[in-house]
Every structure is written in structure tokens, then in C-alpha cells.
């Protein structure tokens, strides 16, 4: 079966500190992969999406910036972060061919 | 572009009773809809879906919903309310234009009271 896993689950860190975050899926190949922020009013919003090694799709311009340098590998990353840039990270992936996602546990940032 | 609409922030209803969470939706051409559920602190889990066909859909831990095309609705229900049923209820429609991205809705938390 297939499993995503995402770390950390936590993480705490200073406005202007860099960031990376990463996701990683088990048990299938060639998934579609995709980033979301969740804030505190509870909202999804889309950040990245990736249908391939090295092919990325920014859905929202920010400080943020998205990986994928393997398969199965997705990664979240900020050279600056932000106070703005607080909330819940979700990955999730779907296979190419089918249309539902399925949501890692998702890290919490606290940017202080 | 497409949308999703829950106009409930939230739904109250004691256990035993049915339950009902409302979603709305517009996009271009076929809909392709789904519910999760989130528990505080976690990924969001997928629920159900439809695609095509019957527009009654059972989906995971009794729910079901219910697609009404000329209504544009797939709201969300389950004859017996649980406790444990307590969650953020999230609807979603696949973009149209081909890579299985989903557009949400802002969610509804779901309380169900002993």
C-alpha cells in the first residue's frame, strides 16, 4: 500500500531563517505531487504542484519555492521566511491517471 | 474557474441524529467532486467521491452525499451522527484543465454532541 510521509511534523523558526520541508511517497511511481498552506482560518490553499522529476507549478507567487529531485521526493523550501509563512504545510500526491489526493500528516510552522 | 462553496463555518447536531454539510459548486464541464475529513492536528483524509454515475455515493465511516446537478450541490450525510464524527469537513472540485489539481472549500467544522 501506499504511505506519504512528510518531516518535520514540527518546527519553530526565526523571520529570515531559511526553510525545507520534505515529503516523500511510498509504494507507487510517478505520482503527481502537490504543496499546500492551511492557516489558521482553516483554508487550502494550493501552493505547488508536480507531475514529473524537475517539473514544478507555482500556483501562488511567494518566498517559497518547490524540488522534486526524485521520483517520490517533494520539497518545500524559503531562503527567508517570513511571519506570514506561519500555518500547516500538507503534501499529498494522486496517481497520474485518477483524480482523488491523499494528505500526508502535514508539518506546523511557527515563524517567530 | 472553478469553486466550491460551504456555507456553513459550522454544523452542530447530537449524536444519533442525521447529519447534513452543505457544499455548492461551479466549474466548466463535468464536475468531479469529493469530501475529506481533517482531525485537529492532521492530513486531511479523503472520504468519497463521484465522477459518474449513480448520484448517491457511499463513501468511508458510514457517509455518503448526494450530487444534485441542477442544484450544482453535493452535500454531504450520514443517518447517525457519532461523537467521533467531531471534524473539519473540507469539499473539493477537480480543476478541469487536466492535472488533478482540487480547489477547496474554506471547510465546515462538523459537532456532534453526546
Known amino acids: 500500500s501506499q504511505t506519504i510521509h512528510q518531516w518535520p511534523a514540527t518546527l519553530v523558526q526565526p523571520v529570515g531563517s531559511p526553510l525545507s520541508l520534505e515529503c516523500t511517497v511510498e509504494?507507487?511511481?510517478?505520482?503527481?505531487l502537490y504543496w499546500y498552506r492551511q492557516a489558521a482560518g482553516r483554508g487550502l490553499q494550493l501552493l505547488f504542484y508536480s507531475v514529473g522529476i524537475g517539473q514544478i507549478s507555482s500556483e501562488v507567487p511567494q518566498n517559497l519555492s518547490a524540488s522534486r529531485p526524485q521520483d517520490r521526493q517533494f520539497i518545500l523550501s524559503s531562503k527567508k521566511l517570513l511571519l506570514s509563512d506561519s500555518g500547516f504545510y500538507l503534501c499529498?500526491?494522486?496517481?497520474?491517471?485518477?483524480?482523488?489526493?491523499?494528505f500526508g500528516p502535514g508539518t506546523r510552522l511557527t515563524v517567530t | 474557474a472553478q469553486s466550491v462553496a460551504q456555507p456553513e463555518d459550522q454544523v452542530n447536531v447530537a449524536e444519533g441524529n442525521p447529519l447534513t454539510v452543505k457544499c455548492t459548486y461551479s466549474v466548466s464541464g463535468n464536475p468531479y467532486l469529493f469530501w475529506y475529513v481533517q482531525y485537529p492536528n492532521r492530513g486531511l483524509q479523503f472520504l468519497l467521491k463521484?465522477?459518474?454515475?449513480?448520484?448517491l455515493v457511499k463513501g468511508s465511516y458510514g457517509f455518503e452525499a448526494e450530487f444534485n446537478k441542477s442544484q450544482t450541490s453535493f452535500h454531504l450525510k450520514k443517518p447517525s451522527a457519532l461523537v467521533s464524527d467531531s471534524a473539519l469537513y473540507f469539499c473539493?472540485?477537480?480543476?478541469?484543465?487536466?492535472?488533478?489539481?482540487?480547489?477547496f472549500g474554506k471547510g465546515t467544522m462538523l459537532l456532534v454532541s453526546p
Open positions: 499529498a500526491w494522486s496517481q497520474a491517471d485518477s483524480y482523488e489526493q491523499y
Open positions: 473539493a472540485v477537480r480543476d478541469p484543465s487536466g492535472y488533478s489539481t482540487l480547489t
Open positions: 463521484y465522477i459518474t454515475g449513480d448520484n
Open positions: 509504494g507507487t511511481s510517478n505520482p503527481n
